[in-house]
């Protein structure tokens, strides 16, 4: 089981930078889960973002995102980072760290997801 709280989101201007912050904390061994970013609009589902398959793993990002978006880990803090570039107001969600539902698992969708975040909000404006 891994608890996570995420931080950084905010208000930024179209074209502007955010970073996203991501503390895990748990009994098991952090590093060998799977943690990732999801974000969810007003009135839409909750859509992937970009995920690290492991830490010192691959990374995957969703297609609105490639580019833009980088997704980083931290071991000794037990961070994981979503730093956004180039922002765009369809970028506006609420942003939600994941770790996979076991060790080792792949994040491709939600249904990989054992843990979520409380959500952090990011506003951009036009």
């Known amino acids: 089981q891994v608890q996570l709280v995420e931080s950084g989101g905010g208000l930024v201007q179209a074209g502007g930078s955010l970073r996203l912050s991501c503390l895990a904390s748990?009994?098991?061994?952090?590093?060998?889960?799977?943690m990732g970013w999801f974000r969810q609009a007003p009135g839409k589902e909750r859509e992937f973002v970009a995920a690290n398959i492991w830490s010192g793993g691959s990374t995957s990002y969703a297609d609105s995102v490639k580019g833009r978006f980088t997704i980083s880990r931290v071991n000794a803090k037990n961070t994981m980072y979503l730093q956004m570039n180039s922002l765009k107001p369809e970028d506006t969600a609420v942003y939600y760290c994941?770790?996979?539902?076991?060790?080792?698992?792949?994040?491709?969708?939600?249904?990989?997801?054992?843990?979520w975040g409380q959500g952090t909000q990011v506003t951009v404006s036009s």
């Open positions: 994941a770790a996979a539902e076991r060790p080792w698992r792949v994040i491709n969708s939600a249904v990989d997801v054992g843990s």
């Open positions: 748990g009994r098991t061994f952090i590093s060998t889960y799977a």
